[in-house]
């Protein structure tokens, strides 16, 4: 995700219809390929079950192929070894749904305009910007993205099988004036329902249903997402905007009077917290808000596997780690919030340490709301940019610089919960992570993985704004994490945490950490190719022991998908985006009704960051407008066997 200073961003995509993945459980070996487009009569009559796969990777697109670096290109091999010894190799492909911008059905015999902003009250939200082209805004950067199933869907036109997506769309670029319109629309969010094809695993787009987000009084700039354990889309609003400043913030202005027609009414304490919605059997969704999982810039979150505990990205300059544990399995609405203390270790590389977890406050997601809806920023606290001369108030790391804050009486809690990243300086976090984006979970191994976008600033040795977290050099390319997690884990206050899910060090493994270089290579590349650059996006696939990776990178001409083999350790790059883009809407899904997917889908193609693109630009452009809507455009897709040139005999 982009960092909110930086306004002008990237930009689009483009989708259309799927094809399949490959079962990966027990399965008859002649079912497996006459189900990916095989001759079953071809394949052995005896049966294997899975037992892994590996990931060959794909070469970088290059000038020589300029179509191929202005859209998804997929190069990339999966090989699958099974329990009697043989192995499948499956070439991959990219399967698109719709671009946006596209008129997609809407279930009720009508079209809808995928990806399109609507007002509080489900209007259509109208670009005006160049006389004569009046049109719906509509999305360019659709985001983090959800698959599941429901026992007893209810949507007509199914002729296999329902599966649903829910997909955000976090900002769009610009308007057709091509002034920004970064963070000046409430971002929408849909239920795709998607008729899934039993012999080939494709999936069809057949109803797009956009939710009403009024009640949660629209969304802010929603990221990354994951799939909770109890089968709902987990959302994330980023960039909390500073209330503290409200009244000069030109961008929330706008936001507000997109979303209420009118400027001043939006309330800022009502955005930076985590939507979670909820796919209903006829393919609609309902949404609701949690106000207490800290008001932070909500990345994307992971839900572990005691159902309670939340692992939580913070895309942030002088950022912090924060875990959240609920009261009750499966009900985010009351709970433990908890920062991080980074004891380092090492200093070398990307930096690693030892973790320890301050107690920030328990609340429920009610009684927050409500502060929300009646406080303002000076009710809660005195806040200085500048040193005020007065002991009362105490000097904090926040955005790269320094506030003086003072908690007004009794407003801890209210402080705690709506300037979270305040409170979490004030009481002792480690408030230096550059960036920290998406989490994820080795369920098996007991480690989570987190994505820091960059490794700089606020966490490098002398830099004024830097905390606890001080390595030696700069890594521009950034760097993931893992972290492990044990029991019995007590807070700085010596008190028990109730998890067992609990991160007790942090470091980066050598080969997921970026190399920046120090003169750009020969298409413009500032970080080395061969390895991630700014990961953000993250997945982890239990069944193929593998780490997903999505990039936003401004170091690489194009930005890829990677897997990484946590066995092997081997990284593969499996998929390419158009040049400018980044790669989102990651979600690797094991097992629907016995097809596997890699959700992927990519942003605001043809933003053309200097320097990395002024090689490619003059070449590329007028392919990726051509491709994507004059650059307004953007798809959402998954990744799938290409049925042609899979394997039909094995051994």
Same mark, same amino acid.
Not at 331 to 348: E, F, I, N, P
């Given at each position: 995700m982009q960092e909110q200073p930086n306004v002008s961003r990237r930009k689009a995509l483009k989708l259309l219809v799927g094809a399949p993945m490959l079962p990966l459980g027990a399965f008859s070996v002649s079912t497996l390929l006459s189900g990916c487009g095989g001759d079953s009569a071809s394949a052995p009559a005896t049966s294997a079950s899975f037992k892994s796969a590996s990931f060959a990777s794909m070469a970088a697109p290059s000038l020589a192929d300029t179509a191929a670096m202005a859209t998804t290109t997929v190069g990339s091999t999966l090989t699958v070894s099974y329990s009697d010894g043989t192995t499948q190799a499956y070439k991959l492909a990219y399967q698109p749904f719709f671009v946006t911008g596209d008129l997609v059905p809407n279930g009720s015999c009508g079209t809808t305009l995928a990806g399109g902003y609507y007002d509080i009250d489900n209007q259509p939200i109208i670009d005006k910007s160049v006389a004569g082209k009046e049109r719906q805004f509509f999305s360019d950067c659709p985001d983090g993205t959800s698959l599941l199933s429901l026992d007893k869907p209810t949507v007509a036109g199914i002729k296999g099988r329902a599966v649903f997506a829910v997909v955000q769309f976090e900002y769009a670029t610009r308007d057709q004036s091509l002034v920004s319109a970064y963070g000046q629309l409430p971002s929408p969010i849909a239920v795709l329902t998607l008729d899934q094809d039993q012999t080939t695993g494709k999936l069809t787009l057949v109803k797009y249903h956009n939710v009403d987000t009024s009640k949660a009084n629209g969304l802010w700039i929603t990221c990354g997402a994951s799939l909770s354990p109890w089968n709902t889309h987990l959302s994330s609003e980023e960039y909390e905007p500073d209330a503290t400043v409200i009244s000069t913030n030109s961008q929330f202005k706008a936001f507000s009077t997109s979303l209420y027609g009118?400027?001043?009414?939006?309330?800022?304490?009502?955005?930076?917290?985590?939507?979670?919605?909820?796919?209903?059997?006829?393919?609609?969704?309902?949404?609701?808000?949690?106000?207490?999982?800290?008001?932070?810039?909500?990345?994307?979150?992971?839900?572990?596997?005691?159902?309670?505990?939340?692992?939580?990205?913070?895309?942030?300059?002088?950022?912090?780690?924060?875990?959240?544990?609920?009261?009750?399995?499966?009900?985010?609405?009351?709970?433990?919030?908890?920062?991080?203390?980074?004891?380092?270790?090492?200093?070398?590389?990307?930096g690693s340490a030892n973790l320890t977890w301050i107690r920030i406050g328990s609340a429920t997601s009610a009684e927050i709301e409500a502060m929300a809806a009646k406080l303002k920023a000076a009710d809660i606290m005195d806040v200085s940019t500048k040193d005020p001369l007065d002991a009362s108030f105490t000097k904090i790391n926040f955005n790269g610089t320094f506030n003086w804050i003072r908690i007004k009486p009794g407003m801890e809690k209210a402080a705690a919960f709506l300037e979270t990243h305040r409170y979490a300086a004030y009481i002792g976090g480690s408030m230096g992570f550059t960036k920290l984006e998406g989490t994820t979970i080795n369920a098996k191994d007991k480690i989570v993985y987190t994505a820091m976008s960059r490794v700089e600033k606020s966490m490098v040795k002398g830099n004024a704004a830097s905390t606890d977290v001080a390595v030696d050099k700069t890594i521009s390319a950034g760097a993931v994490y893992a972290l492990n997690l044990k029991a019995g884990q007590r807070d700085t206050s010596g008190t028990a945490i109730n998890s067992e899910w609990?991160?007790?060090?942090?470091?980066?493994?050598?080969?997921?950490?970026?190399?920046?270089?120090?003169?750009?290579?020969?298409?413009?590349?500032?970080?080395?190719?061969?390895?991630?650059? =700014?990961? +953000?996006?993250?997945?982890? #696939?239990?069944? !193929?022991?593998?780490?997903?990776?999505? @990039?936003?990178? $401004?170091? %690489?001409?194009?930005?890829?998908?990677?897997?990484? =083999?946590? +066995?092997?350790?081997?990284? #593969?790059?499996? !998929?390419?985006?158009?040049?400018?883009? @980044?790669?989102? $809407?990651? %979600?690797?899904?094991?097992e629907i009704n016995g097809w596997t997917y890699i959700m992927s889908n990519f942003q605001h193609a043809g933003d053309w960051e200097s320097p990395v693109h002024d090689k490619v630009k003059a070449a590329l452009d007028p392919i990726v407008r051509a491709n994507y809507k004059d650059r307004f455009g953007a798809t959402v897709g998954y990744l799938s066997a290409d049925a042609s040139s899979i394997k039909l005999a094995k051994g």
């Open positions: 009118d400027a001043s009414r939006a309330n800022p304490y009502n955005y930076g917290h985590l939507p979670e919605v909820t796919v209903n059997p006829d393919g609609t969704g309902t949404i609701k808000k949690h106000y207490n999982l800290g008001r932070i810039s909500h990345e994307l979150v992971q839900v572990l596997p005691d159902k309670r505990t939340v692992m939580m990205g913070d895309d942030a300059t002088n950022g912090g780690l924060f875990m959240f544990i609920a009261d009750r399995a499966e009900d985010l609405s009351s709970g433990t919030l908890y920062v991080a203390k980074w004891t380092q270790t090492s200093s070398a590389a990307a609990v991160p007790v060090d942090m470091a980066a493994p050598a080969a997921l950490v970026g190399e920046d270089l120090a003169t750009p290579d020969a298409i413009g590349n500032t970080a080395n190719a061969g390895k991630i650059a =700014n990961p +953000d996006n993250l997945k982890f #696939s239990e069944k !193929l022991r593998t780490l997903f990776i999505g @990039e936003d990178s $401004g170091m %690489h001409v194009n930005n890829f998908l990677w897997a990484y =083999n946590v +066995d092997t350790q081997n990284l #593969s790059r499996v !998929l390419s985006c158009p040049a400018g883009a @980044e790669s989102t $809407g990651l %979600h690797a899904v094991d």
